[in-house]
């Protein structure tokens, strides 16, 4: 048999195929009433007919082989190769490094919530505006007296009053500038003598323009006293504090959000590498199930086949027999051999197409999860508005219901004020029917 197979393969496929389907097909009809008219029957079904049929279950598999090398269906399983394992040169083995502690990550406290304060205006805030209204309006009113009360021409020359403060202010600075000198060493007596310096035009005229502009400074200083303002050193150290406290509250919300930032970074990269090792024990899954399916469908061909020779085996001891019941014999032996090979191709051809479905399924689910990997990982996180925020607090509401609030309280102020314009609007034109009677 493997010298016809030998044979055959040096031959033209379609060609063999043709042949063989015809001599199967025709071995018992009319190629064995032509032979019988040449040789005689005994000496052909015991001699040529007889090794034939031996062979006949190999023929026909043998078809089958040719008939899917025709139909391009041949395409042989491939086994997998064993892993190459690696082996580590011999050499100076580094010294082990230690490992380090991992650093604990910062939980946050859970946020406080917002105090209604934040909502409404301190009290401060309104004496503030009050105290600023009536200080203009005093101011006011001191300005229109001073218009009111100024003389129609002015002097001038300063008035004692002036001169007096002024004098005084001098006073005062010349002793902030007294000190305790340092003891002088006295020069020779050839170098006391004092010599006159002589001052320039530039020198002179440069004295006296500092000389007026204190002056003029210290006038302007003095009319602002008089007018009633304040000596704003304590609104600038103020406004300092709420500058410094603004700058530490920003450099602490962008060290919050910095740290926000790092951990959700870290809970992605921790959720990626979950969601890798699952695809990774998915793929392993079914390799697993499909490598089990294939043994399967292995054993039972195996068992298939071994079921069939030993059958054979059975027909071939029946055949020592007489002439009718080998006749009988081979009738059921032709019989069964079909039946089992419809029912093996059928077995074959049931098991292939479940292997395809098998095999297309699992390509579909591996080119989803190739497809779920390159989608990009979307970061933002997604409000719902109709959620409380789980505080357990009795006025809590969410931020739908929050809007809808707000838009019923614009709807009433809205109401209520086209109300009161309808009421003035009334009240005006009752006035102007009272004028007009």
Not at 58 to 80: A, V, Y
Not at 152 to 176: F, G, H, M, V, W
Not at 269 to 288: S, T
Request: aromatic fraction near 4%.
């Amino acid at each position: 048999m493997g010298h016809l197979k030998k044979l055959i393969g040096t031959q033209h496929i379609g060609k063999m195929h043709k042949f063989l389907k015809f001599f199967l097909n025709n071995l018992k009809g009319w190629i064995k009433d032509e032979a019988c008219k040449i040789y005689d029957r005994h000496f052909l079904e015991t001699s040529i007919l007889s090794p034939v049929l031996n062979y006949e279950l190999e023929l026909q598999e043998f078809l089958h082989q040719l008939s899917d090398k025709l139909s391009g269906n041949d395409c042989p399983i491939r086994k997998t190769r064993p892993v190459t394992d690696t082996k580590p040169f011999s050499l100076t083995k580094p010294r082990p490094r230690s490992v380090p502690t991992p650093e604990k990550i910062p939980v946050l406290k859970a946020s406080r919530p917002v105090p209604k304060s934040t909502y409404t205006k301190p009290a401060e805030e309104d004496q503030l505006t009050r105290a600023r209204e009536k200080n203009r309006r005093k101011a006011e009113d001191i300005l229109r007296e001073a218009e009111r009360s100024k003389f129609s021409c002015a002097t001038a020359d300063k008035s004692e009053k002036t001169k007096a403060i002024l004098a005084q202010i001098e006073e005062e600075r010349n002793a902030k500038l007294q000190y305790e000198p340092v003891r002088p060493v006295f020069p020779p007596a050839s170098l006391k003598e004092k010599r006159p310096v002589k001052l320039n035009a530039a020198a002179i005229l440069r004295e006296g323009a500092r000389v007026m502009k204190e002056e003029e400074e210290e006038e302007r200083k003095l009319s602002s006293l008089e007018a009633g303002q304040k000596d704003d050193a304590d609104f600038v150290k103020w406004q300092e504090e709420m500058k410094q406290q603004g700058i530490a509250a920003a450099m602490a919300a962008i060290e919050r959000k910095h740290l926000e930032g790092q951990l959700n970074y870290e809970e992605a990269i921790i959720a990626k590498q979950r969601y890798l090792q699952g695809n990774r024990e998915k793929v392993q899954n079914m390799k697993e199930e499909m490598d089990s399916l294939m043994a399967q469908y292995y054993r039972q061909l195996e068992e298939e086949r071994r079921e069939m020779r030993v059958l054979v085996e059975g027909v071939m001891e029946g055949h020592q027999s007489s002439k009718e019941a080998k006749q009988r014999i081979q009738e059921t032996k032709h019989a069964i051999a079909q039946q089992m090979n419809k029912e093996s191709q059928e077995l074959l051809a049931r098991a292939l197409e479940q292997a395809e479905a098998d095999m297309r399924q699992k390509a579909e689910l591996i080119q989803q999860i190739k497809a779920l990997e390159s989608v990009p990982i979307i970061r933002t996180k997604f409000v719902d508005t109709t959620e409380t925020g789980g505080q357990g607090l009795l006025a809590e509401m969410s931020l739908a219901e929050l809007k809808e609030r707000l838009s019923l309280m614009r709807i009433a102020e809205e109401e209520e004020e086209e109300k009161k314009r309808k009421e003035i609007l009334a009240a005006k034109q009752g006035g102007r029917e009272l004028e007009w009677s």
